[in-house]
Structures are given as structure tokens and as C-alpha cells.
């Protein structure tokens, strides 16, 4: 038996958006992770925070419904409003608001940037999943 843990991100200091709330599913419980380079170190924080796995989003496409969090690195063009877009609640590791051409997608409701490891706490109890 997996148990899945619900997490609750702010935005950064200089961020926008949020706050999320994050609840995994036993299908929607695979983290997309849009980032150059190797996984950043808050990408394993989250993780190991929700019992949910990384996926390299430059390397495997992932249907949808499997994807409970997209956290990215997006100076501000297409990438910080595909995965709000397709209803993708999503993590900017950059201090970006709404932008590109993609903004009107970007909402508090799927957004929030500038997110540190202090912006990240878990939810209560009632909004845990276990299966």
C-alpha cells in the first residue's frame, strides 16, 4: 500500500500566484519536470514530500491524467502557460507572472512562481490519498 501526501505551495518572495493545493491520485500522481539540466534539488523535495514520482518532461511524454504537478523553469514564454492551459496545476521555479502568449491561461488557481523549499508544507490529514 502507497500513501500519497497532499502539499500546499506559496508563491516565492518575488513570486505570483497560488496558493495550490496539490492532492495526488493513485492515476494522477506523476510530476512533470520541465527544468534544464539535472532534476532541481526542490523537484526531490516535493517528491519525496508527496510519495509522487519525477518524470523528465524533455524526455517522456505522459498522458494528462497522470500528471498532478508540472514544475518548470520559464523565463516567461510558452512553457508558463502550456501546462496551466491543458488544466496542469503548475510550479515556476523563476519570479515570472503572467506572460507570453499563453498569459490568459495563467491563473492563481494552476500558477505560482518564485517557490523556495519554504513555500512548500503539507496539507491536512483530510486530504490525503492512500491506495
Known sequence: MSQY???KITRGPNGWGGPLTIVPTQIKNKILVVTVG???PIAHHISDMMGCELVDG???ILP?????LAIIDC???ARCGIYPKNGIATVNLNAIGRCGP???FITEELYVSDVKENNISFCDEMTSSTI
Not at 64 to 68: C, P
Request: charged letters at 35%; hydrophobic letters at 35%.
Open 38 to 40: 539535472e532534476f532541481p
Open 58 to 60: 524533455f524526455k517522456t
Open 102 to 104: 499563453l498569459e490568459n
Open 5 to 7: 501526501k497532499s502539499i
Open 75 to 77: 523565463g516567461g514564454i
Open 64 to 68: 494528462e491524467e497522470e500528471v498532478v
